[in-house]
């Protein structure tokens, strides 16, 4: 999908397809609010960092990683995302192997693990995020011993629409929400509310569509051990 494309399809639900009551700017910055709330409430835009791709790394005695650090890198190797929102998982190497670490939510990893002052060093075993959204970061415990590569399975924000030419990382079937979105907010500024609560029905419903579309039934092992 281009921007022009979500302009198109916002400008059909309002009955306005000469921006005659509704500007195409204000229908492009509703347009990529939508796609914000998007990727973030689906969560749908999913971002493998490594060392590959961003110079994802331990670094020795190291505890904080903030999501900020890599933004640059990130934008760098995946044209169209902006940055890290939240983390899935972690795996860190240990040599021949690549476990993921246990995670911790931030009360529990405070009171368990960082009430001890020892400088513990080893590899980690153990994660948890502090901070929400772009400004948070990630704990490791033990303090690394060495330096060595680690991997993030994170879901991102992408970078707003400004002409066809962008990229859109944000997948189908979460595209088919982004014009509700739009048509929300215009029918909000412009105080017709019945109609907007309208829309952003029908966007809860594209969202809970994309959910049940993307969430297909997979069969861990047809074989199970006996």
Known sequence: MTLSDYVTQTQRLLHDPGAKYYPVADL??????GRWQIAAE??????????GSTGLVTIVSQEVYSFATYSAALAAAFPGVQSVLGVVSVAISWGSMKPMLRNYVWSDF???????ST???????????????EGGS????????????MEWDAYCTPINLAADSDPEVIPY????????YAAYK??????????ADRMFAQYTMYMKRARSMSDSPVVPDFYPAF
Do not use: I, M
């Open 28 to 33: 492009q910055a509703y347009v990529n609010e």
């Open 42 to 51: 689906g969560q749908c835009v999913r971002v493998l960092l490594s060392q």
């Open 110 to 116: 405070q009171a368990y693990l960082r009430s001890y």
């Open 119 to 133: 400088g513990l060093q080893n590899y980690p075993t153990v994660f948890s995020q502090y901070g929400q959204g």
């Open 138 to 149: 990630l704990y490791l415990w033990p303090l690394p011993s060495q330096s060595t590569s």
């Open 173 to 180: 079937p979460w595209t088919d929400a982004v014009q509700y």
């Open 186 to 195: 215009a029918y909000q500024n412009a105080q017709r509310y019945e109609d």
